[in-house]
């Protein structure tokens, strides 16, 4: 199952588990976040008008980070006029954590840290 939601005024196609880098949110790291769902995929379609109705999507915000830097250089040859600008975005990355609408629910996995079970018993 995926869907479309709606964040900052952009869209984007998630599914459950995927980690989104989106524009900033004001919110802390660790906290819960619902988005609007657009439309919703899987073995039956929805799509909304706008939003599909008794859908959320809810994600953990895992960082607040900053994107690579953009440098705009404008030069006018011959005449000595040079302009330089740099920006970076303000990004947030949210780990989507669930999927519900349409009488389905998908939850993500929980992250394990180390090594798996299976491993680890064969090491011993």
């Keep these: 199952m995926f869907a479309v939601i ?18 900033r949110l004001d919110a802390e790291v660790g906290s819960i976040f619902t988005f609007p ?9 929805a799509v909304g008008a706008p939003h599909v109705d008794g859908a959320t999507v809810t994600g953990e915000v895992v960082e607040q980070t900053r994107g690579d830097k953009v440098i705009a250089f404008k030069k006018r040859r011959r005449q000595n006029s040079r302009r330089k600008r740099g920006f970076r975005a303000d990004l947030t ?24 079970a299976s491993e680890a018993a064969a090491d011993a």
Aim: hydrophobic share 40%; no cysteine.
């Design 6 to 23: 709606k964040a900052n005024g952009k869209q984007y196609r998630v599914a459950a588990a995927d980690e989104i880098t989106i524009d």
């Design 37 to 45: 769902v657009l439309m919703l995929g899987g073995a039956t379609v």
């Design 93 to 116: 990355v949210v780990r989507i954590t669930e999927i519900s609408g349409l009488g389905e629910t998908v939850k993500a996995e929980p992250k394990t840290t180390g090594a798996p």
